[in-house]
């Protein structure tokens, strides 16, 4: 790549990152956000959450060994977790970094 081709991407690049950040302000001058915002803002993590655990059990033979053991044990910690501290980023960070250790070293 030249020179004029990295400068050109790389004010490209600028220039979407500003429009990224800026446009959720220009959509939402008032103070009170869309019902549909809200929604999402409300359900979205828990849907995270599904999302993962059926990734998480989606290729499980639970008539073989070790029967799942793994998977069901990291849901359930993973579920422990956020039962007790009440934050879904805590609990699908933690719960996904267990699960992942879980399947590396057991």
């Known amino acids: ?10 004010i490209i690049m600028t220039v979407v990152n500003y429009f ?4 959720p302000f220009l959509f939402f001058k008032k103070n ?4 549909y915002i809200v929604f999402i803002e409300r359900f ?9 655990i059926m990734y998480s059990v989606k ?15 990291a849901i ?3 579920a422990i977790l ?6 879904y980023l805590i609990s699908i960070f933690i719960g996904t970094i267990f699960y992942m250790g879980l399947i590396q070293y057991l």
């Open 32 to 35: 009170d956000l869309p019902q």
């Open 1 to 10: 790549m030249s020179n004029y081709e990295i400068y050109m991407a790389i």
């Open 59 to 73: 290729d499980i033979n639970f008539t073989i060994a070790p029967y799942g053991l793994k998977e069901v044990g």
């Open 44 to 52: 979205f993590p828990a849907v995270i959450m599904t999302i993962l």
């Open 20 to 23: 990224t950040r800026i446009l």
């Open 76 to 78: 359930l910690f993973t």
């Open 82 to 87: 956020h039962l007790t501290l009440k934050n």
